[in-house]
């Protein structure tokens, strides 16, 4: 379910896992600070790819017109049902291609025995959006496809009959408005909880804060659900969405797939997604006659000195395998999909470039008074928020937690929005001070 957060996991266009078919040994210790990629751009790579149903249809016309440009290059592709899990195993055997998409499970100080570094940070940062997501110790091992815009899919004509024409600027306007939506008849808010992973989305709002360096800080706070800090903030707002009613009435029969219709035809106006479901939840208005128009990204209802702001991410990374036996051709693929195959723009997605422009839905976005923010990963606490994760039993980056939240405020479990969270900061503090002390 993961990668249906991402435009690379399903969507209307191609979703690609860039990752070649050649033989190899297994990732060495050499974490040398330059890639080789001398030679002539020729011969055949094989491209993996999780979007198995594009295998055959839309990815090979991205390779036809690589091939275009480089005659005597052949492009092929390879689909891999379960990308994490499969190509983790590839990574330990050795035999894990030319180009591939970076599995999540790679950590940042892994990244240089599997794969080709393709210039340092501080140069490529000048030219590309995301490049530090894939980095260590000065030097990028991968990049982005395309970025996302965190916040808001509605349906703005739903909201226009509610009274709201603008985004809310504060919690309580926003769920005013989904007050003034209940009346219609309309469900409010979806959560998909059956799914799971949409209330994952919640943890992705740290931008709003306008705090640059929170990736950095958040490791150091003993008791994120505090009132004012971005914990409390969102999971809070989950809670008195379901508290107040607002959200469908069993959350047990979400279901995703079903979710997307009942956006685009106004049977429900909001859920917390990000950019990559606007033209997802469009095609649906497509499908059922509706207009892809009404569907509209809108930030998170929070501001920050009097002004919105959300955070952007890139997608998945892709890179250069270190067992590649054609690197030069690899590498010319990798710059030439990033740089001109146009798949950012197909899927109205962040471009990578920072020369190119916007899509329209994100312009929508940015007109409407928001601040996009690439935040910094951390980098003197580099994974220390994961351990904290892993010692706490939280899973912040999750659902489980989250789940049990929704059920406290529909009354289906035991407690408080203020119990619960005392609950989930003497669990986070206690994991908290034993990894950074």
Same mark, same amino acid.
């Given at each position: 379910?993961?990668?249906?957060?991402?435009?690379?996991?399903?969507?209307?266009?191609?979703?690609?896992?860039?990752?070649?078919?050649?033989?190899?040994?297994?990732?060495?210790?050499?974490?040398?600070?330059?890639?080789?990629?001398?030679?002539?751009?020729?011969?055949?790579?094989?491209?993996?790819?999780?979007?198995?149903?594009?295998?055959?249809?839309?990815?090979?016309?991205?390779?036809?017109?690589?091939?275009?440009?480089?005659?005597?290059?052949?492009?092929?592709?390879?689909?891999?049902?379960?990308?994490?899990?499969?190509?983790?195993?590839?990574?330990?055997?050795?035999?894990?291609?030319?180009?591939?998409?970076?599995?999540?499970?790679?950590?940042?100080?892994?990244?240089?025995?599997?794969?080709?570094?393709?210039?340092?940070?501080?140069?490529?940062? /000048?030219?590309?959006?995301? +490049? =530090?997501?894939?980095?260590? #110790?000065?030097?990028?091992? @991968? *990049? !982005?496809?395309?970025?996302?815009?965190?916040?808001?899919?509605?349906?703005?004509?739903?909201?226009?009959?509610?009274?709201?024409?603008?985004?809310?600027?504060?919690?309580?306007?926003?769920?005013?408005?989904?007050?003034?939506?209940?009346?219609?008849?309309?469900?409010?808010?979806?959560?998909?909880?059956?799914?799971?992973?949409?209330?994952?989305?919640?943890?992705?709002?740290?931008?709003?804060?306008?705090?640059?360096?929170?990736?950095?800080?958040?490791?150091?706070?003993?008791?994120?659900?505090?009132?004012? /800090?971005?914990?409390?903030? +969102? =999971?809070?707002?989950?809670? #008195?969405?379901?508290?107040? @009613? *607002? !959200?469908?009435?069993?959350?047990?029969?979400?279901?995703?797939?079903?979710?997307?219709?009942?956006?685009?035809?106004?049977?429900?106006?909001?859920?917390?997604?990000?950019?990559?479901?606007?033209?997802?939840?469009?095609?649906?208005?497509?499908?059922?006659?509706?207009?892809?128009?009404?569907?509209?990204?809108?930030?998170?209802?929070?501001?920050?000195?009097?002004?919105?702001?959300?955070?952007?991410?890139?997608?998945?990374?892709?890179?250069?395998?270190?067992?590649?036996?054609?690197?030069?051709?690899?590498?010319?693929?990798?710059?030439?999909?990033?740089?001109?195959?146009?798949?950012?723009?197909?899927?109205?997605?962040?471009?990578?470039?920072?020369?190119?422009?916007?899509?329209?839905?994100?312009?929508?976005?940015?007109?409407?008074?928001?601040?996009?923010?690439?935040?910094?990963?951390?980098?003197?606490?580099?994974?220390?928020?994961?351990?904290?994760?892993?010692?706490?039993?939280?899973?912040?980056?999750?659902?489980?937690?989250?789940?049990?939240?929704?059920?406290?405020?529909?009354?289906?479990?035991?407690?408080?929005?203020?119990?619960?969270?005392?609950?989930?900061?003497?669990?986070?503090?206690?994991?908290?001070?034993?990894?950074?002390?």
């Amino acid at each position: 379910m993961i990668n249906r957060r991402h435009f690379i996991g399903i969507g209307a266009a191609a979703a690609l896992a860039l990752v070649a078919g050649c033989t190899g040994g297994a990732g060495s210790d050499d974490t040398a600070k330059s890639g080789d990629f001398t030679g002539d751009v020729k011969g055949s790579i094989t491209v993996l790819t999780n979007r198995t149903d594009l295998v055959d249809t839309t990815l090979p016309e991205y390779a036809k017109k690589f091939e275009a440009k480089y005659p005597g290059t052949t492009v092929r592709f390879q689909g891999v049902t379960n990308y994490e899990g499969d190509v983790t195993t590839q990574l330990s055997g050795g035999d894990y291609g030319d180009v591939l998409l970076i599995p999540n499970s790679v950590a940042r100080d892994e990244l240089g025995q599997f794969f080709e570094p393709l210039g340092t940070l501080d140069d490529l940062k /000048k030219k590309y959006r995301f +490049t =530090d997501e894939k980095s260590y #110790d000065g030097q990028v091992y @991968g *990049l !982005s496809l395309g970025g996302i815009a965190k916040g808001l899919v509605v349906n703005k004509r739903v909201w226009a009959a509610a009274g709201v024409t603008a985004p809310p600027k504060t919690p309580a306007e926003f769920l005013a408005g989904l007050q003034a939506i209940k009346k219609s008849g309309v469900i409010p808010y979806y959560t998909n909880y059956k799914d799971g992973w949409p209330l994952s989305e919640f943890n992705n709002q740290r931008g709003i804060l306008n705090q640059p360096d929170i990736n950095e800080k958040f490791p150091e706070d003993a008791s994120p659900w505090q009132p004012g /800090k971005v914990q409390y903030i +969102t =999971d809070g707002l989950l809670f #008195d969405i379901v508290h107040g @009613g *607002l !959200s469908e009435k069993d959350p047990l029969t979400t279901n995703w797939e079903n979710s997307k219709p009942m956006i685009a035809t106004g049977k429900t106006a909001a859920m917390l997604l990000g950019s990559w479901a606007v033209p997802q939840m469009q095609d649906a208005a497509r499908t059922a006659g509706a207009d892809p128009a009404d569907i509209a990204l809108w930030p998170f209802p929070y501001q920050t000195g009097g002004k919105f702001h959300t955070q952007i991410s890139g997608d998945y990374s892709a890179a250069v395998s270190k067992s590649s036996k054609n690197k030069a051709t690899a590498r010319a693929w990798l710059d030439w999909f990033v740089d001109e195959s146009g798949f950012a723009a197909d899927q109205q997605a962040i471009p990578t470039p920072l020369s190119a422009p916007m899509p329209k839905v994100i312009q929508d976005f940015q007109a409407a008074g928001v601040e996009l923010l690439d935040l910094p990963a951390a980098t003197t606490n580099s994974g220390k928020e994961d351990q904290i994760i892993k010692e706490s039993e939280i899973d912040l980056t999750g659902n489980i937690y989250r789940q049990k939240l929704v059920d406290i405020a529909r009354g289906a479990a035991k407690g408080t929005k203020d119990s619960y969270f005392a609950d989930l900061d003497k669990r986070w503090g206690a994991a908290q001070s034993k990894v950074m002390k």
